[in-house]
């Protein structure tokens, strides 16, 4: 009887290690087991993504709608080579839509930002956003505030 | 001359303990049990005195350690402005750091030395001499049966140990001091990877649990057949279990978040 | 009686094994570090006797039973159980051989984790394919002889020291084994379970064709049994021969054990580096 008791205990003990590591990877790190199945993969081209690194989210007035998938250095631009996965769900964001490198807040986490454009053509995968704006770099920004200043005198 | 004789006398010694140990726990864990059945009977009956019975010093060390992490991070944060960051802080250092090796110190103590003295009163009372006599080999029966359950409960409790204090952090920072629930959460999402987070804390759980239980049942098998001799093996088991584990902490830490 | 120590003198002079001996031990030297425990030592354990192994604390007596089982290796010499040079053996093929033997621990080692019926059942469990319904019935017959049927759901530490030691016997006999090799039977027992133990030593014995070594330092009990007696001081063999024969023995050593007299061949006082006693390497009483 007593061993019944120990195998009983055993086995809870087991069943909450395994809900423990569920829960740290559901809840703790957002893993999500089905993010590859229903997503499509658009890129850009950035003269400039600064600190933007990969899993970085894409959103949409906000929202995030997708992740960033990869990062690399186009040869023959000299641009950065953004690819990112949206959900498929997202389906209507206009061909002419403008993206952007941000900032959450003062010391926050980059991400993309896209504004919605005009056009009735829809992205799809494999298409590629052209408006693009790079982040924006705090020794730029005061190289430019000192070379205006200095100009306006 | 005589110091460097004794430095080199103690490198052989060293390496002689370190190879017979080594020896040791291959032959204990390499010997296929001729009776199955039995065999995963011992094995859930160590299950049970090694992790059960360590359950609830891990739980509630880890809900304390977790409300802590909140308060102190709650209030550094704070003159940033920043406060729904403390999830991040709460997750990184529990999953990173803490719990694996929060969880290790406390298995040494809890469970390393109670194999060390149970193991070392068998052999003071004989009883190792007495298996070893009817044709049943300790290792396999006494030994093995306790190491692999160290090996399985390790990583179980340092994963109770990082749920118990994220759930601890979140009662602190969203039920008393006021942190924004949503937000909470979502910045301990974007920070959290599985891979490079919880699997790497996992792996340094493991590694944590093979040295810790290694010396624990090594340090028993060995001890001196009397009641100062594990007395000794069981300071011994404490001591080597601590120090081992912070020294392999760095070593892993090194080779898994080195190349930030 | 008197073909034991012809065979006894042949052991001796040839350091071979006798029809007769079911241990034979030639010319066995062991050292534990510094300390030499055993100095070319050559004795007989004649088959379906009962052998008494005596000698003064700190002797090495226990050393001897380690040697035969080969728990411990021989520094030199050959140690011959049944014919067969257990030390040579491959560990599976000693296993085997060990099943042969039963050992009775001086403090009974019976395992604390299990009852008194699955000490017993222990070694039926682990080197029979018996089922169930066998096996209680074997533990059953063994508690029984040792008098404990009653005793068979206590935990070891329920029982007194002598109750502990006879459930001890009942697990080394468990498997029938030929050879019982008895650590210290009597130490620490009070009169009545000393008789005890002496009547079942010799009720086994003569019942079951056993080979049986006791290895002790009370004087009367084992001389009581004993066919054969050795008596072993600072690493060699003092006498060995026939229990008559040993009891009458004018040795002025064996004289001293026998009669417990403090100061003697065997010195009172433990040997001071200074002052070596020769052929008693830091060996005595």
């Not at chain 1, 040869?75 to 949206?86: C, P, Q, T, W």
């Not at chain 2, 490079?196 to 239980?213: H, R």
């Not at chain 3, 498997?175 to 009545?192: A, N």
């Amino acid at each position: 009887m007593r061993s019944k008791r120990a195998e009983l205990m055993v086995g809870c003990f087991i069943v909450l290690g395994i809900v423990a590591l569920v829960y740290l990877a559901v809840q703790v790190s957002g893993l999500a087991f089905s993010s590859k199945k229903d997503t499509y993969q658009i890129v850009a081209r950035f003269d400039d993504i600064a600190g933007l690194t990969s899993r970085a989210k894409v959103s949409i007035a906000g929202v995030t709608v997708g992740s960033v998938e990869s990062i690399t250095l186009d040869k023959e631009l000299y641009m950065a080579l953004v690819s990112m996965n949206i959900n498929s769900d997202v389906d209507n964001i206009p061909i002419d839509s403008s993206m952007a490198v941000l900032t959450s807040g003062l010391l926050g986490e980059k991400y993309l930002g896209i504004s919605i454009g005009a056009e009735d053509e829809m992205l799809k995968d494999g298409s590629e956003i052209y408006d693009t704006q790079s982040a924006l770099v705090l020794e730029t920004l005061i190289s430019q505030f000192l070379f205006n200043s200095g100009d306006s005198e | 001359m005589k110091a460097i004789v004794a430095l080199g006398a103690w490198v052989f010694n060293w390496l002689e303990s370190v190879g017979r140990a080594g020896i040791f726990i291959m032959q204990s864990i390499f010997r296929m049990p001729t009776r199955w059945g039995e065999s995963i009977n011992l094995l859930v009956k160590q299950l049970y005195s090694v992790g059960v019975l360590s359950l609830v010093i891990v739980i509630v060390s880890g809900t304390f350690i977790g409300m802590v992490l909140s308060l102190q991070g709650y209030s550094i944060l704070a003159k940033f402005g920043s406060e729904e960051a403390v999830g991040q802080l709460l997750a990184l250092s529990l999953l990173r750091e803490l719990s694996p090796v929060v969880t290790a110190l406390l298995f040494a103590g809890r469970a390393g030395s109670s194999l060390t003295a149970e193991i070392g009163l068998m052999k003071t009372t004989e009883q190792l001499s007495s298996y070893e006599m009817m044709g049943v080999d300790p290792l396999r029966r006494v030994i093995a049966p306790r190491f692999i359950a160290g090996v399985i409960c390790l990583p179980l409790l340092s994963l109770i140990f990082s749920a118990a204090g994220i759930l601890g952090g979140q009662l602190v920072s969203v039920g008393w001091l006021g942190v924004h629930d949503g937000a909470f959460w979502s910045s301990m999402q974007q920070s959290v990877y599985f891979d490079t987070d919880v699997l790497n804390g996992l792996i340094k759980a493991m590694c944590f649990a093979v040295a810790v239980t290694w010396i624990a049942v090594y340090q028993g098998y060995e001890c001196a057949p009397t009641s100062e001799g594990i007395g000794k093996a069981t300071t011994r088991t404490v001591v080597l279990g601590s120090l081992a584990v912070l020294a392999l902490d760095f070593v892993l830490t090194a080779a898994m978040f080195g190349d930030f | 009686m008197g073909n034991d120590s012809i065979n006894t003198y042949l052991v001796q002079m040839e350091g071979v094994s006798v029809k007769n001996a079911y241990v034979s031990v030639s010319k066995l030297s062991f050292s534990r570090g510094e300390r030499l425990i055993y100095d070319d030592v050559s004795l007989t354990i004649p088959k379906g006797k009962i052998t008494a192994i005596m000698g003064p604390s700190g002797t090495g007596k226990t050393t001897l039973l380690r040697l035969i089982a080969a728990q411990l290796d021989p520094d030199s010499g050959t140690i011959l159980v049944d014919g067969q040079n257990l030390h040579k053996l491959s560990r599976t093929d000693l296993y085997k051989e060990r099943k042969k033997m039963g050992m009775l621990f001086q403090s009974g080692a019976l395992f604390s984790d299990m009852s008194v019926a699955e000490n017993v059942a222990f070694p039926l469990e682990e080197h029979t394919k018996l089922n169930a319904v066998s096996i209680q019935q074997i533990v059953n017959d063994k508690l029984h002889s040792v008098g404990l049927r009653g005793a068979s759901k206590l935990m070891p530490a329920e029982l007194s020291g002598g109750m502990a030691r006879r459930v001890a016997l009942a697990r080394a006999i468990a498997l029938d084994p030929q050879l019982v090799m008895y650590d210290e039977p009597f130490t620490g027992q009070d009169p009545i379970s000393k008789g005890v133990l002496v009547k079942l030593i010799k009720q086994l014995n003569d019942s079951a064709n056993i080979t049986s070594v006791i290895v002790s330092h009370d004087v009367d009990e084992s001389l009581s049994i004993a066919d054969h007696v050795c008596i072993l001081a600072g690493g060699k063999v003092v006498a060995e021969g026939a229990a008559e024969e040993i009891r009458h023995s004018l040795d002025p050593q064996v004289k001293q054990f026998l009669n417990g007299e403090p100061d003697g061949p065997v010195p009172f006082h433990y040997p001071d580096e200074s002052v070596s006693v020769p052929g008693l390497k830091g060996e005595s009483a």
